[in-house]
DNA sequence: AGCTCATGGCGAG
DNA sequence: TCGCCCTGAGCTG
């Protein structure tokens, strides 16, 4: 699930659901509880994100902030909440909602300061309006690292996971293994400029669809396919599938320990 | 019951 | 580049 725009809409619900009201702070797995504690009943105030972080601010006690990792996961509901099980790392509740966080690298609770070293070491991220794609570009032009690695470093470019990364190279006939340097400034634009497209749906649906309109399965004629991760995709997780446009077998590899998905076809080396 | 894998990221070497 | 941390689903037996 996590990719920026998860994070991004678990800050949205949380303003919504939690902000502006006293609420009951508990860690019924343990690792969260002496800060649990301090916050307990008070007004969560603000909520923000920036790429895969969540932070949610308790006015002078400070932030807790949150990174899910690769196998965190939120539940939201409404009151009154279940049992908790003991895996919740953290349970917010208030007169109306619940919400149990489970499995995340980073739960802790940190000052403005420590939040703010946060901020400095992300990249640009599409999903933070006014965050400046050029900072990314003067670091991906000058770069001899392939442009699918790039897009995974969080310095460069903030909220950007894996599957993103191979559909975004995908819609743009882009080979993966093509280097910052090499990458042109128009294309640069066009990856920064759909992504925003793309992660603001994201953040709509609350997952991930890449394909196009004029190539779902209707509009091509042909069966409707489901993507065991939820979504409508092109490249992602179909390795050795025909290309969904050309036919031509979807490669797969390893960089930087992820799986990397794309259509040779589509996207020819340089 | 035990293994493998997953949309992340960190630190050691 | 590797090992490690966090959890749970989907296998295998």
């Known amino acids: ?60 006690t400070g932030w807790i902030h949150i990174h899910l990792g690769l196998f965190g996961k939120y539940t939201l509901g409404e009151t009154p909440a279940p049992p908790p099980t003991d895996t919740v790392r953290l349970r917010l509740v208030s007169d109306t909602h619940y919400s149990d966080l489970r499995g995340p690298t980073t739960c802790a609770l940190i000052t403005d ?52 990364r191979a559909e975004v190279l995908f819609r743009h006939g882009i080979d993966p293994y093509t280097t910052g340097k090499d990458l042109t400034p128009d294309e640069w634009t066009a990856i920064w400029t759909d992504l925003v497209a793309l992660m603001r749906e994201g953040v709509r649906h609350n997952r991930i669809d890449t394909v196009r309109p004029e190539h779902t399965p209707e509009a091509m004629g042909r069966p409707p396919r489901v993507d065991d991760h939820g979504g409508e995709v092109y490249v992602y997780r179909r390795a050795t599938m025909p290309c969904h446009l050309c036919g031509t077998e979807i490669r797969t590899a390893s960089l930087a ?14």
């Open 1 to 60: 699930m996590p990719e920026g725009h998860t994070i991004h809409r678990l800050a949205q619900d949380h303003a919504e659901r939690f902000a502006g009201r006293p609420v009951s702070v508990r860690s019924p797995q343990g690792k969260f509880s002496d800060s649990a504690a301090l916050l307990d009943g008070l007004v969560l105030d603000e909520v923000d994100a920036h790429a895969k972080h969540l932070f949610l601010g308790f006015a002078e």
């Open 113 to 164: 300061a420590e939040k703010q070293a946060i901020h400095d070491r992300l990249g640009p991220d599409p999903l933070r309006n006014g965050d400046d794609p050029d900072r990314a570009w003067r670091r991906i032009s000058r770069s001899r690292t392939t442009v699918a690695a790039l897009l995974m470093d969080q310095k460069i470019i903030g909220g950007v996971g894996n599957v993103y």
């Open 257 to 270: 320990a992820r799986n990397l998905f794309w259509c040779p076809g589509c996207q020819p080396p340089r």
